[in-house]
Every structure is written in C-alpha cells, then in structure tokens.
C-alpha cells in the first residue's frame, strides 16, 4: 500500500507546492485547509491528493476532519502541521502588543498542530509514525531576532516547546519528529522538495531536538 501524507494549511502556497511534491513521489495526500476545498481543488487535481476542510483552530472541525479522512485511508504514517497563521498582522515589540492578536496566534500556530495531532494519533500506529511541524526563525529563543509581530513569534516559541515536549512523551512509542523552517516565498519550490526529501528519511540523531532550514543548517530553538 502507497504510503500516505496528512499535510494542513494546503491553500497556503509553501503548503500547496508541499502537496504536489509529496504527489509526484507517489504518496497519498490528504490535505487539510480551513478554505472551502472547491475553492482550490483544481489546483490539486490528482487522484493522488484528497482535500478535506479542517479549521486546526477548532477541536471539532479538526474532529470532524479526521473522521471524513478515515473514510480514505485507514492510517498516517507522516503527519505534516502547517502554518495557520502569519507574521504581519501587528506591529513589532512588547509596547505593541495586541493580547487579542497574541491569542489567535496561539490558537492557530501552536494548539492547532497539538489539536491534529492529538485526533491523528490513532491513525498513526501502524504506519511510518513521523510527525513534522513547520515553524520559522522568528520564534528561535536562541537568535532572539527583532522584527517578527509579538504575537506571531510568541507563537512560534510555544510551538517549539511544544515540539520538545511531544518528543519526549511519543519517542519511546516509536514516533519520530521534524521540526522546518520552510524559509521565503522566493524559495518555495526547492524548499519543499528539501523537505519532502527530510521529512521521509532517516536521521542517525533522532534522539536530538532540532530544527533544519532547508538548505539543511540546523537553528536555535
């Protein structure tokens, strides 16, 4: 049986060029979008990729997502959590701060992934059982870069810790993870083909917490 991809956000363009990749490598995709699937399923027009609509910012769309999914497939073997939300909307610095734009940040970037994972998981046992989350350089503590919207970048903090905290609860029930910084827009298609390419192989460190651009230099958490 063709192996079989769980990828969010895929009306995103780094998240779409992710779908056609993992497509043209023979992989079943199931591609999730809180956008109404009709609106780009076009695009996707292969019997390779299956789109489903999924808001990760819900319990119950994530839910009702999966259940449709698993009218498809009977399990996931790479669970892929896209970004929900993006930097921009807010002005930098802590002075600035909007506590209400912090909050959605939070809801989409770091307790989405923690929501699909958690209705994934059943799917996940008798596959590959690899778990990848997309992030960015502004939520890296190690760099503290200036710039990024407070909300945005908190978010993506969180995330991190997050990260670190579902390798240590699943790596002993033979889960592996990858943690990517997909870069700019100008570099989507090599990006993703990069990460196609990390995502399904093997690493002789899996025991390490990392996080890989995808030229493959690792970054700061």
């Not at 992989?27 to 609106?39: A, I, L």
């Not at 790479?78 to 809801?107: F, H, K, P, W």
């Not at 993506?156 to 997909?182: C, I, V």
């Not at 100008?186 to 390419?197: F, I, K, P, Q, R």
């Amino acid at each position: 049986m063709d192996q079989v991809v769980l990828i969010t956000e895929v009306h995103r363009p780094w998240e779409c060029a992710l779908v056609q990749e993992f497509a043209k490598k023979g992989w079943h995709v199931m591609g999730c979008s809180p956008v109404p699937e009709e609106e780009f399923q076009d695009a996707l027009d292969t019997d390779k990729i299956h789109i489903f609509t999924m808001d990760t910012r819900s319990r119950e769309s994530v839910r009702q997502a999966v259940r449709r999914i698993q009218e498809h497939t009977s399990r996931v073997d790479l669970l892929v959590c896209g970004t929900a939300s993006s930097q921009g909307r807010e002005a930098a610095g802590i002075a600035n701060m909007s506590a209400d734009l912090v909050l959605e940040d939070y809801q989409a970037n770091t307790l989405g992934p923690i929501r699909v994972i958690e209705a994934c998981l059943p799917l996940m046992d008798n596959g590959l059982r690899r778990i990848a989350l997309l992030s960015d350089v502004q939520g890296s503590l190690g760099l503290g870069l200036s710039g990024a919207g407070t909300g945005y970048a908190m978010s993506k903090a969180a995330l991190h810790m997050a990260y670190t905290m579902l390798h240590g609860d699943l790596s002993g029930k033979g889960f592996t993870f990858r943690l990517f910084e997909p870069g700019s827009e100008h570099e989507t298609g090599a990006s993703a083909e990069a990460a196609a390419a990390y995502f399904t192989g093997a690493r002789e460190d899996e025991e390490r917490v990392v996080m890989l651009d995808w030229r493959g230099q690792e970054i700061p958490l």
